[in-house]
C-alpha cells in the first residue's frame, strides 16, 4: 500500500508556516480599517461597491479559470484582494456596474490573460482604475456627497457622516491646488472627500502597521516614496518649508494607501533591497512631477502603474553580487 | 576578524531540547554490519578482504584508491559475510562489504595503543589520519588527510574547528564538545602541529552556553587555541559561511578554504584525529542524534559505522506513531528514506522521524515576494535559478551563478508559494557537473 510507505522527497525536510494564502489574508485584514472608515464616511453604498468589486473580481478568476479548464487560484485570496483595493481607489458615489466592469478588467485584462497571479506586469486594481478614469472620467472624478439638512438614524446609514456632518466632497489635493487651505486634523482621521480607501490617514497607518509588523511588507518602498515626494515638493511645490502644504500632500489624495498597499505588491515591485529603494525613489519622483505639472491633482496610481513597467530593468540593474565573487555575475 | 555571522540565513524551530540533555549511550550491534564503499567525496575505496575471510575491529577492509579517497575500517570482528551492492542512505546500490558479526570484539593488535604525538613527525601525522580512514564527519566525508595537505602549510593562519551544528534537530557535536572536550583540544592540537603559524579557533553557536563555557575553560590553558561564539543562524555550520563568520574572509565555490589560510574541520572530526594520533583507534564509531517527533525516547548514541538504522531504532524506543518521514542526517540538508535497512556511514550525523512530512505541500506559483534572495546565505537569486533550471537553461544557470549554490535549502524554507527551489537549483547543478567531468 502506498500509504504505508515513507515519503521520500529532497531536502529541506521541513517549511516555514508562511504561506501565499497568509499573506493574502494579512493584506486583506490589514485593508480593513480603511474600508470601515470608508464605510462610515461614505454611507452604505462605498459597502456595496466593495463588495461589487470583490465579487466580480473574484468570479472573473474563478469563471476563467474554470473555462480554461485550469484548477482554481481563487482560494489563494489574491483576487479578494485586488476587488478591495479597486474599491478603494472609486469615489463612494460610483455606478456599481462600472464598479463590476473594472473588477473584471483588472483580473480578465491584466492578471489572468498574462498568466495569472504572479505574471501581470502592473497592479491589477490600479491598470483597472486608470481604465475606468479613462472610460468614465466624469464619474471617477466626481466626490459630491449629497448634503442633508436635518438626518436620522437612516441618513448616517445610507449616506454616511460626510453628507451629515457637512464636509466638503472636493478632495483636499483638489482645494490645494485650487490655492484653498485644508483642515490637517479632518484630513488625519479622514472626514474629507476623495475614494472609498483613501481618506482616513490613521485607519490606513493601522493596516501598514500591522503588514510590517507581520513581515508582509517592508519600509523601503512606501518610506522612500514618501519621503521623495515630499523633498519632491519642498523644491518644487513652490511654497518652501510649508508643514500643511506638506501633510497636506503626504496625507491627502492615495499617497499613503498607494505607498503602503500598491506599491509594495510584491509582483509588480523590485525584488533585491536596492531595487526596492531606486523603485520608492522613482515613484516619489513621478508622483511629484504628475501633481506639480499634470492636469488633476492626483498622481499617485499612474506613477505606480508607470513604475511597474520599469522593474524589470530595476531588477536587472540591481542585480546581488553573489558572495565570494569580485562582481556581480550578470557583468562576467 | 569576522562578525560571528553571515548575511543571509533563516532562523527556524531547532528541535534541540529534544535530545540535548541526553548524554551518549553506547550501542552494540546486533545484527550484520554493512559498509559502502564509497561513503566519502572521491573515488570509492576497493576491497582487501574476500568473502568468508575473518576480520578484527580496527582492520582495514577497503582502501583508498588515489589520493582523494579514504580507507575503510571494521568497527567490529566477524567474517566477510558478502562483498555485493546495497542500498545507502542516498537511494542508490553501492558496492558494499557486509561482515558478520560474531560479538566478540577482537582487535587488532595495534589497536588502542597510546601513543605521544608530540614527537611525531608531520609525514607521520598525515599518514595516521589517512590510515584511519577519516573523512569530514559533518556531512560531506572529504578526505581529512587531504584537507590537511595544503600546497604550503606555513600560509595557513587559521584551524576552525566547526562546532556551529546549525541544522535543527542535531545534538551529536553539542555532547561530544560537553563530555570529551579534552578530545576535542587534543585533536586540535594535533593539528596544529601540522601548520606552524596557524591559530586554532572553536566556532560553536551561542545557542549553545554550555559547551562554550567548557570549551573556553580549556582552551584559556593554550596559548595558541581559542573560542569564538557565534551568532544562533542556519547555516553558520556551512564552511563558506563559518570561515566567513570568523576570520572574514570570502570564499566563492571554487576556492577551498586553505587559499584563504583556513582549514576548517568539524568537532567529531577532530576528535577522530585525536583518536587516531594519539590512541591508535581509527574511525569505527560516530555519534548519532535520534530525534523527532516520531521517535519514543530521542537521544544521541555512540554507533558502530555500519549498523543499520533499525537497531538504532529500536535502542530509542522505536516509534510513537507511524511516522510519514524518516530522514538521515538534519532536516534542512538530509536525506529522506524509504525503509530504514539502510547502514550508518561515516558522515551520518542523525536519524529523524517526523509524523507530518512538512514538505509535502502544494506548489503554487511564485508571488515574487523576494524572501528567497534575503534568505540565501550566497545572496544568490534562487526564484531566478529555480526558472532558468525548470526550462532547462544551463547557460543562463551558470551565468547567474547558480553554480555556487551551497544546497543548504534556506530558499525552499521560507517560500511562500511552497516552490522546491533548491531541489530544482541542486538539480541543474549535479546535471552541468555530471557534464563538464565526462568532458
Same mark, same amino acid.
Request: charged residues 20%; hydrophobic residues 45%; contains cysteine.
Given at each position: ?10 531536502? #529541506? ?23 470601515? /472608515? ?23 478568476? /474563478? ?73 468614465? #472620467?466624469?464619474?471617477?472624478?466626481? /466626490? ?6 436635518? #438626518? ?35 484630513? /488625519? ?83 533585491? #533591497? ?59 | ?62 582502501? %583508498? ?67 584511519? &580512514?577519516?573523512? &569530514? ?65 572553536? %566556532? ?40 566567513? %563568520? ?87 540538508? &538530509? ?98 557537473? %555530471? ?5
Amino acid at each position: 500500500m502506498l500509504s504505508d510507505l515513507y515519503h521520500v522527497s529532497a531536502a #529541506p525536510h521541513t517549511r516555514s508556516s508562511v504561506t501565499t494564502k497568509n499573506i493574502m489574508q494579512d493584506v486583506i485584514i490589514a485593508l480593513i480599517p480603511a474600508g470601515l /472608515f470608508g464605510v462610515y464616511n461614505f454611507g452604505i453604498h462605498a459597502l456595496m461597491v466593495i463588495a461589487v468589486t470583490v465579487l466580480a473580481c473574484v468570479m472573473t478568476e /474563478f469563471l476563467y479559470c474554470k473555462y480554461r479548464k485550469k484548477p482554481a487560484t481563487v482560494g489563494d485570496y489574491s483576487a479578494v484582494v485586488t476587488g478591495i483595493l479597486l474599491a478603494y481607489n472609486v469615489p463612494s458615489g460610483f455606478p456599481l456596474w462600472m464598479a463590476a466592469l473594472g473588477g473584471i478588467f483588472a483580473i480578465l485584462i491584466v492578471k489572468m490573460l498574462f498568466g495569472g497571479l504572479g505574471q501581470n506586469f502592473m497592479n491589477p486594481a490600479l491598470a483597472a482604475r486608470a481604465f475606468l478614469l479613462i472610460s468614465f #472620467p466624469n464619474r471617477m472624478t466626481d /466626490f459630491a456627497v449629497d448634503k442633508i439638512a436635518s #438626518p436620522g438614524v437612516m441618513d448616517y446609514l445610507q449616506k454616511g457622516f460626510m453628507a451629515v456632518d457637512g464636509v466638503s466632497g472636493a478632495t483636499p489635493l483638489a482645494a490645494i491646488k485650487a490655492g484653498e487651505s485644508v483642515d490637517l486634523y479632518k484630513m /488625519f482621521v479622514g472626514q474629507i472627500g476623495g475614494t472609498i480607501g483613501e481618506t482616513s490617514v490613521i485607519a490606513i497607518l493601522m493596516g501598514a502597521a500591522y503588514l510590517v509588523l507581520r513581515k508582509v511588507i517592508s519600509l523601503r518602498i512606501p518610506l522612500t516614496y514618501i519621503l521623495t515626494t515630499v523633498v519632491f515638493m519642498l523644491i518644487f511645490g513652490g511654497k518652501g518649508f510649508d508643514t500643511t502644504f506638506l501633510l497636506g500632500q503626504v496625507c491627502g489624495g492615495g499617497l499613503l494607501l498607494g505607498a503602503f498597499f500598491m506599491a509594495t505588491d510584491y509582483v509588480t515591485s523590485p525584488i533585491t #533591497p536596492k531595487g526596492q529603494i531606486i523603485f520608492g525613489v522613482f515613484l516619489g519622483l513621478l508622483t511629484g512631477l504628475f501633481r506639480h505639472l499634470g492636469g488633476t491633482a492626483e498622481g499617485v496610481s499612474y506613477a505606480i502603474i508607470f513604475c511597474n513597467l520599469l522593474v524589470p530593468l530595476i531588477d536587472k540593474a540591481t542585480r546581488q553580487k553573489s558572495f565570494g565573487r569580485e562582481r556581480a555575475a550578470v557583468e562576467k | 576578524m569576522g562578525r560571528s555571522t553571515f548575511l543571509g540565513g533563516i532562523h527556524t524551530y531547532d528541535g534541540k531540547e529534544l535530545s540535548m540533555d541526553k548524554p551518549t549511550t553506547v550501542l552494540l550491534p546486533r545484527s550484520d554490519l554493512v559498509f559502502p564503499l564509497s561513503q566519502h567525496i572521491g573515488a570509492p575505496s576497493k576491497p582487501v578482504v574476500e568473502k568468508g575471510e575473518k576480520v578484527l575491529v580496527g582492520q582495514k577492509i577497503g582502501e %583508498a584508491v588515489g589520493f582523494v579517497s579514504a580507507n575503510i575500517i571494521s568497527s567490529v570482528s566477524g567474517t566477510v559475510k558478502e562483498i555485493e551492492k546495497r542500498l545507502t542512505v542516498q537511494g542508490t546500490m553501492v558496492e558494499s562489504i557486509v561482515i558478520e558479526n560474531d560479538k566478540e570484539y577482537r582487535t587488532v593488535e595495534s589497536f588502542g595503543v597510546e601513543r605521544d604525538f608530540t614527537k611525531l613527525t608531520k609525514e607521520e601525522i598525515r599518514n595516521l589520519v589517512k590510515d584511519a &580512514g577519516i573523512v &569530514g564527519l559533518g556531512g560531506a566525508g572529504f578526505p581529512t588527510h587531504v584537507k590537511l595537505t595544503p600546497k604550503d602549510d606555513s600560509k595557513i593562519d587559521y584551524v576552525i574547528v566547526n562546532g556551529a551544528e546549525c541544522e535543527p534537530y542535531l545534538t551529536s557535536d553539542y555532547r561530544m564538545m560537553l563530555e570529551e572536550p579534552e578530545k576535542i583540544i587534543g585533536g586540535l592540537k594535533v593539528i596544529l602541529r601540522l601548520f606552524e603559524n596557524a591559530k586554532g579557533i572553536i %566556532a560553536i553557536e551561542d545557542n549553545k552556553p554550555e559547551a562554550i563555557k567548557k570549551l573556553s575553560e580549556l582552551a584559556s590553558k593554550e596559548n595558541r587555541i581559542e573560542v569564538h561564539s557565534l551568532k544562533t543562524k542556519y547555516p553558520q555550520g556551512g564552511e563558506r559561511q563559518l570561515v566567513y %563568520a570568523v576570520t572574514g574572509r570570502k570564499l566563492n565555490s571554487r576556492k577551498l578554504p586553505s587559499e584563504v589560510g583556513c582549514v576548517v574541520d568539524n568537532v567529531d572530526t577532530v576528535i577522530s584525529v585525536y583518536m587516531a594520533v594519539a590512541k591508535s583507534t581509527p574511525l569505527i564509531r560516530r555519534i548519532i542524534t535520534l530525534s523527532g517527533d516520531a521517535i519514543t525516547s530521542p537521544g544521541n548514541f555512540n554507533v558502530a559505522i555500519g549498523i543499520e538504522y533499525w537497531e538504532l531504532l529500536e535502542a530509542a524506543g522505536g516509534f510513537k506513531d507511524k511516522p510519514e518521514k524518516i530522514v538521515s542526517g538534519g532536516p534542512m540538508m &538530509g536525506n529522506a528514506m524509504y525503509t530504514s535497512n539502510v547502514p550508518v556511514t561515516k558522515v551520518t550525523s542523525a536519524f529523524l522521524a517526523f509524523l507530518k512530512d512538512k514538505a509535502a505541500v502544494e506548489e503554487s506559483p511564485c508571488i515574487r515576494c523576494g524572501k528567497c534572495i534575503l534568505a540565501c546565505p550566497l545572496q544568490l537569486m534562487p526564484f531566478e535559478l529555480a526558472a532558468l533550471s525548470n526550462r532547462s537553461d544551463e547557460d543562463g544557470f551558470v551565468k547567474k551563478d547558480g553554480m555556487e549554490c551551497c544546497g543548504c535549502g534556506c530558499c525552499s524554507y521560507v517560500c511562500p508559494s511552497k516552490r522546491s527551489l533548491t531541489q530544482s537549483i541542486l538539480q541543474t547543478r549535479a546535471s552541468i557537473l %555530471a557534464k563538464r567531468k565526462k568532458a
